[in-house]
């Protein structure tokens, strides 16, 4: 697991209530997990974003990134796949890199959050791209990605959240 940064905003700095409703338009559910209790679905364990079927769960200490992340896995699938999903969504490399431009899309409707504090955010914890970064995968090299979530119907032309 990548070396986790305590200066990463969490979900408690952003707000439950923003998290909240930004999911429930992709009719997703999220609950808070208690602060010592172990979060169900977490592929990475320890304060990491959860899901299963159509709910991500986080604690107050999850990072944001995190949430925004696992929550994309969730939303790239169409309703009726969710339901199988439990920890590990996806063993699509297409689908990975996808759900890594979402969730620049996604943080951009965070208040105090935006994409570039997730872009940092995700050099931060380990995420690794070719041309050296999150910033410079998302604008420069993830032209299939952002086909892969326009032809799904996530983004429109215009590469805005439909």
Request: net charge negative.
């Amino acid at each position: 697991m990548p070396e986790i940064v305590s200066a990463l905003p969490t979900v408690i700095d952003i707000g439950w209530d923003h998290c909240t409703t930004l999911l429930a338009r992709y009719r997703l559910e999220l609950i808070r997990v208690g602060d010592d209790e172990t979060i169900p679905g977490s592929f990475w364990g320890e304060t990491e974003a959860g899901i299963i079927g159509h709910i991500v769960y986080a604690r107050d200490d999850t990072p944001v990134h995190s949430l925004l992340h696992e929550a994309g896995h969730l939303i790239v699938l169409p309703p009726e796949r969710r339901v199988d999903v439990h920890t590990d969504a996806t063993d699509s490399i297409d689908e990975e890199n996808a759900v890594c431009v979402l969730q620049s899309l996604l943080a951009d409707q965070l208040p105090g959050y935006g994409r570039d504090r997730l872009f940092a955010d995700m050099d931060a914890w380990g995420y690794t791209f070719r041309l050296g970064s999150a910033r410079a995968y998302v604008e420069q090299d993830a032209e299939d990605a952002w086909v892969w979530l326009q032809r799904r119907g996530l983004i429109d032309p215009d590469r805005r959240l439909a």
